[in-house]
């Protein structure tokens, strides 16, 4: 037998790790029982990013008169742009009945331990740090000065990782197939906790 955990899902690791496939492939499978905290950012949308979905698109200006007027449960800077979630953003998931998914960097992992979010941790980790310089060019998405301001931070977020407790289980985005397998197992069962 599986149960499902209410607690909120914070799903961390570098850029290019993987977060993103394995959330949506979730999404996909499981549509009424997850929601996404949707993120502010003052970075350009991607090809084909759709505003209030994937993100909230904001200026630098909005998000920093939204972190001085306390909307925000972490905020951070990342590769020259601001990103945060909002109180709001976690409510609307929540009021809908559904489990609070979260895709955060670091600085904002440290922030919400501090919050009574009461949330689990995953850490995203790629196969290795040349793979993930791959995907990330695979990706098509970034310049190569964001690619290397990518790889910088995966270095201190590797670290990060490394910390007793920073982590409730690591899952290596090596297979897709298996490392959905085991975030699954994950949310579903903490059983199988690593
Ligand atoms: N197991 C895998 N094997 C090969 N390629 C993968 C795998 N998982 C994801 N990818 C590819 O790697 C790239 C990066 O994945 P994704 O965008 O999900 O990363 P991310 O961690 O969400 O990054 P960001 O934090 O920048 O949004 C994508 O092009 C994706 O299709």
């Known amino acids: 037998m599986t149960s499902l955990i209410k607690r909120p899902i914070v799903l961390f690791g570098p850029s ?18 997850f929601g996404f905290s949707v993120s502010h950012t003052t970075r350009s949308p991607r090809s084909g990013e759709i505003d209030g979905v994937d993100y909230h698109f904001v200026t630098k200006d909005q998000f920093l008169a939204g972190v001085a007027n306390g909307e925000f449960i972490e905020n951070a800077e990342f590769s020259g742009n601001y990103y945060g979630t909002s109180i709001k953003a976690v409510e609307n998931v929540k009021n809908k009945g559904k489990v609070c998914i979260l895709d955060i960097e670091t ?8 919050t009574n979010l009461d949330a689990r941790y995953i850490f995203i980790s790629p196969p290795s740090f040349e793979e993930l310089r791959k995907r990330l060019l695979g990706r098509q998405t970034e310049t190569e000065e964001s690619i290397k301001k990518r790889l910088d931070t995966a270095a201190k977020e590797f670290e990060y990782a490394k910390q007793p407790g920073a982590y409730d289980i690591k899952i290596v985005n090596d297979d897709l197939e298996k490392a959905y397998k085991n975030l699954k197992s994950f949310i579903f069962n903490q059983e199988n906790k690593e």
Not at 16 to 25: D, N, Q, V
């Open 16 to 33: 290019g790790s993987g977060k993103s496939t394995l959330i949506k492939k979730l999404f996909e499978e499981y549509p009424d029982s």
């Open 107 to 114: 600085e904002g992992v440290k922030q919400v331990k501090n």
